[in-house]
């Protein structure tokens, strides 16, 4: 999905030890704070009925219109597999031997008018070329500016359709992501898709509904947080509009969800992600590896912020963020609130980190529960939400990147215990970035840590009791990222496994010859049993046969996907 910026390269120095000690008390009035005057009247409860909208019947796509030598290519690909197991995402899957590989579909894989896909030619070969190579399945972004883009409540989920029908046939699985943030201004945005025009008119009129910084600036990728329970989009509330929308998916593909459909990936915030938009790389704004700004100067958030100072009876702690937190392109030690014994491990710093880390937690709180009611009762398919892979400055004591984007992460305070606990309380599964790189790939200078970071994450996963899944944060066609995430997912004791493994990106550059063997050894050795126990030359010798039986999918997929 697009990407957070848990990606650059540089070289690394040696792995902190994760934080540890006990989380500081979170303010309680934080959440319940009444909007400031000029705000819209709170709804007086979260109700997540869709509202009520004529749709036409949901018609699948007619039969696929496959080209004789390309079905019979794929029936036959298809026919010499071993029948693949598609079981529960978080918790069956750890039975089994491996870890199962998806593969993420190209940003604009459904056209912008909803209505069918870019690139037809190019999925039906990828699709068949991928199943070829044991993939489990594929993952695809459900964009709320293209499904939801003509109005409140009207839907158009033809072109997913089409996909998930071209997928069931193929014998792939779906991770389905729900895109409720704008597609651009991220690395790996290669496309722009911004929220429905619906919503940024309504963010054009009260420009408070968007993330806001120290100066002012205004940040559209995704309705801020702080107006989550207020009816500020044409009478319902953001968390109403996700509801909704996700309620509206659900029956539009009934007939694959559990079948085709195992995956819901509930998006939190900017890139899909539980976060705020502290690094946003638009405009030049933040480049690597800058620590990134605060994002609580709306005047929802502020009005919040205003309510939990007072509760705890320092009403100036409640004017602002920090004052001297720097800016978003400069190091802790530049900033008297990050540098290592700053404000940040002051009363007034604790008191700010855990207000500004819980309004992210309640955020999250209230998507999952909106989605846990709409998915439950739906056999076979489970709910996931992604975090972030902020891995700079990850060794400092501050962890101030991390601190900016909403992690309440230090060296004094775990700050992702409390995300898989709360993912925990609705049976999902944390989907983390990053794993495949490795700390002496990064800046010595801006201590990245990424290794230590997934450690961390893995820990706080075991202990919530939640299934834990994993990307990798850049596209890596390389036996050296290939061998760390095999490493760090799936050559574990069984309890310690990642459930699944989402393969960034597919396109051309996947299918190029030598990137496309690589890829089938990568997945053999991820996922089929016993396969981590073969020699390297065995694993070798059975992808470069993969790959021979696949060259003429894989040559047309790699056309088709260049134009």
């Known amino acids: 999905m697009a990407l957070n910026l848990a990606h650059q390269t540089g070289a690394a120095a040696a792995v902190a030890a994760a934080p540890t000690g006990p989380r500081t008390a979170v303010v309680a009035a934080a959440a319940t704070a009444a909007p400031p005057a000029a705000a819209p009247a709170p709804a007086p409860g979260l109700h997540l009925q869709s509202l009520t909208v004529d749709h036409a019947p949901a018609q699948a796509p007619d039969a696929l219109s496959v080209k004789p030598d390309l079905a019979m290519a794929c029936q036959a690909l298809v026919e010499n597999l071993p029948e693949a197991e598609h079981a529960d995402v978080a918790g069956q899957q750890k039975s089994k031997a491996g870890v199962p590989v998806f593969v993420m579909m190209p940003l604009d894989t459904v056209r912008k008018d909803g209505n069918g896909l870019n690139r037809r030619k190019a999925v039906e070969a990828s699709l068949a070329a991928l199943k070829s190579a044991g993939v489990e399945g594929i993952m695809v972004d459900v964009w709320w500016g293209i499904a939801e883009a003509e109005g409140p409540g009207c839907y158009n989920f033809n072109g997913y359709m089409e996909l998930m029908e071209m997928a069931k046939k193929t014998g792939l699985k779906v991770q389905a992501v729900m895109s409720f943030h704008q597609c651009g201004g991220n690395v790996g945005d290669s496309v722009t898709i911004p929220v429905p025009k619906w919503v940024s008119e309504e963010m054009d009129k009260d420009q408070d509904l968007a993330y806001t910084d120290r100066c002012g600036r205004r940040n559209y990728e995704y309705v801020s947080l702080g107006c989550d329970t207020l009816p500020v989009l044409k009478g319902r509330t953001p968390i109403q509009c996700y509801a909704d929308f996700m309620r509206a998916f659900r029956d539009h593909l009934a007939t694959f969800m559990g079948n085709t459909i195992v995956e819901i990936q509930v998006g939190m915030g900017p890139a899909g ?5 502290s690094y946003p790389e638009s405009n030049g704004t933040w480049s690597f590896p800058g620590i990134g700004e605060f994002q609580c100067y709306d005047r929802y958030m502020l009005s919040s912020l205003k309510a939990a100072a ?3 009876g320092k009403p100036d702690w409640g004017n602002a963020g920090p004052g001297d937190s720097g800016g978003y392109n400069d190091w802790p030690e530049d900033t008297p609130f990050f540098r290592r014994e700053g404000g940040w491990n002051t009363p007034y710093g604790e008191f700010f980190m855990s207000w500004y880390s819980q309004m992210l937690l309640e955020h999250g709180e209230r998507i999952l529960s909106a989605a846990s009611a709409v998915f439950t009762g ?12 902020i891995h700079w400055h990850y060794g400092t004591r501050s962890h101030a990147a991390e601190l900016t984007a909403g992690y309440y992460n230090t060296r004094h305070n775990d700050g992702y215990l409390p995300i898989a606990r709360m993912l925990s309380r609705h049976g999902a599964v944390l989907n983390f970035t990053c794993v495949e790189m490795r700390d002496h790939e990064q800046p010595q200078d801006a201590q990245c840590r990424p290794e230590a970071l997934v450690q ?52 051309p550059d996947l299918f190029q010859p030598d990137n496309w063997r690589r890829f089938a050894a990568f997945v053999k050795r991820m996922s089929e049993s016993g396969a ?32």
């Open 310 to 312: 007072e509760a705890v």
């Open 273 to 277: 992600e539980l976060r705020y938009p």
């Open 456 to 507: 961390q994450v893995a820990a706080a996963a075991r202990e919530g009791g939640v299934g834990l899944a994993g990307e990798n944060a850049l596209p890596r066609y390389d036996d050296t990222a290939h061998d760390q995430v095999v490493s760090t997912a799936a050559e574990k004791a069984e309890e310690e496994r990642m459930v699944a493994f989402t393969y960034l990106r597919m396109g």
């Open 532 to 563: 981590r126990d073969l020699c390297r030359e065995q694993v070798e010798r059975e992808a470069a046969g993969v790959a021979r039986a696949t060259e003429p999918l894989v040559q047309e997929a790699a056309v088709a996907l260049s134009n």
């Open 378 to 389: 739906t056999p076979g398919v489970k709910i996931s939400v992604k975090v972030a892979g």
